[in-house]
């Protein structure tokens, strides 16, 4: 065996062995990072919607908003249509009795978002893009996180729905494996 050889070899040993630690330790806490925390009360929360040219997917992601467990006066959704050539805006019209809808010029996820921060004045926000959608348990199962001092912000865990093909079932591999990684992280305190 010659040096390089040897390098490989302990590279191998220590993934083996940092894997199965992760592993075990995961298993031992599991109940206390899987479980979501129990809800003190219910916060108010605003959720923006971003969109550009997301005439596709913009209808199914307001209705799953619109059909949170969650109470609706304490639940506002502000869709913000960033200049799109297609029929996203009139796609977001249809819900204009029970939503909040800005129609502006086309200046960039990020610009939107700011732009609709100016108008929230919920206890909580977050942000949605608009090609995905929520289960019926998404607010509630998030804001529970809220309760704890430390915490400023909360990310769910997003999965492709139904992949078919080569490349969605890659992306939907890697976000499992991210969703591990973070509650695994979450067990040392460093999710940064």
Do not use: H
């Not at 925390?37 to 929360?45: A, I, N, R, T």
């Not at 992306?171 to 940064?192: C, P, Q, V």
């Amino acid at each position: 065996m010659n040096f390089i050889d040897l390098v490989y070899l302990f590279i191998f040993a220590v993934i083996i062995f940092s894997s199965s630690m992760w592993l075990i330790l995961y298993f031992l806490n599991r109940r206390d990072v899987v479980s979501d925390p129990s809800l003190g009360y219910l916060p108010s929360v605003t959720f923006l919607v971003p969109a550009y040219n997301e005439e596709e997917y913009v209808e199914e992601c307001l209705q799953s908003l619109l059909d949170q467990d969650y109470p609706g006066d304490k639940l506002e959704i502000i869709a913000i249509n960033d200049g799109s050539e297609d029929n996203t805006l009139q796609k977001m019209k249809k819900f204009s009795d029970r939503i909040q809808i800005i129609d502006k010029e086309n200046s960039g996820k990020a610009s939107s978002l700011n732009y609709a921060l100016d108008m929230v004045d919920t206890e909580l926000v977050g942000c949605m893009d608009a090609d995905s959608f929520a289960c019926e348990d998404f607010v509630k199962r998030l804001v529970g996180y809220f309760d704890e001092e430390d915490v400023k912000g909360v990310t769910p865990a997003m999965k492709v729905l139904e992949p078919r093909t080569w490349p969605q079932r890659i992306i939907w591999s890697e976000f499992i494996y991210n969703i591990l990684l973070r509650k695994l992280f979450s067990m040392f305190d460093s999710n940064g």
